[in-house]
């Protein structure tokens, strides 16, 4: 069974450090990874995607692959109270239409 | 524009109420999903419609009736709901044949079985 894994946390993180989010992934063949942030009470929303080996930035935040360790990352500098939320990682499932969910880490930037 | 629209943000129904949720986009995606989100989960694949076709029915109660009318509009039809369908529910789209699953979501409709 395809799985993603992620720690629920929370991981708590003081104003202005980096905050470095983690998934590992079962499926050798899964090519495409993404990164969304949930509000509490509101829906998911894509914050970054990545499809091959090495980081991807945009703007505070970079994505990170390493297919060889079978894991991604979400790193957010300058973390920003606004940035509390949870974050879901989500990688390619058996279609180009499946996606297979972490549980989703809680993260907590404390002012 | 990466717009997903649904309707209604909120709905209580009783067990025997007929209702159903809307979903519409703009962004000539044509794949269109439905999700169930319960609290402290993460998203589950119910539907998936590609060029207004199903697609995948992930062995969903015969109680939700998905509909597509037409490449931008998706409906999810509701009838004799129990109180554990009581969740978040999720419209989101996607383009075909990249190769990617990039989903677009909606705003949810937050649904309550009384």
């Known amino acids: 069974q395809k799985e993603v894994e992620q720690n629920s946390g929370p991981l708590s993180v003081p104003e202005g450090a980096i905050a470095s989010l983690n998934c590992t992934y079962s499926?050798?063949?899964?090519?495409?990874f993404f990164w969304y942030r949930q509000y509490s009470g509101k829906s998911p929303e894509l914050i970054m995607s990545?499809?091959s080996n090495g980081d991807k930035e945009d703007g505070r935040f970079t994505a990170q692959l390493n297919k060889a360790s079978q894991y991604v990352s979400l790193l957010i500098r300058d973390s920003q109270p606004s940035d509390s939320a949870t974050y879901l990682c989500?990688?390619?499932?058996?279609?180009?239409?499946?996606?297979?969910w972490g549980a989703g880490t809680k993260l907590i930037i404390k002012p | 524009d990466t717009e997903v629209t649904q309707t209604p943000k909120h709905l209580v129904m009783g067990m025997t109420n007929k209702k159903s949720l809307k979903c519409e986009q703009h962004m000539g995606h044509r794949a269109m999903y439905w999700y169930k989100q319960k609290a402290k989960k993460p998203p589950e694949l119910m539907f998936v419609y590609s060029y207004e076709k199903l697609s995948i029915n992930e062995s969903v109660p015969s109680r939700f009736s998905p509909e597509c009318p037409n490449s931008s509009l998706l409906n999810l039809h509701l009838h004799a709901l129990q109180p554990e369908d009581s969740a978040l529910y999720l419209c989101a789209s996607s383009q075909t044949g990249t190769g990617k699953t990039e989903a677009f979501f909606g705003q949810g409709t937050r649904l309550t079985v009384v």
């Open positions: 499926d050798r063949g899964s090519q495409s």
């Open positions: 989500a990688g390619e499932g058996g279609s180009n239409y499946q996606l297979i």
């Open positions: 990545i499809y």
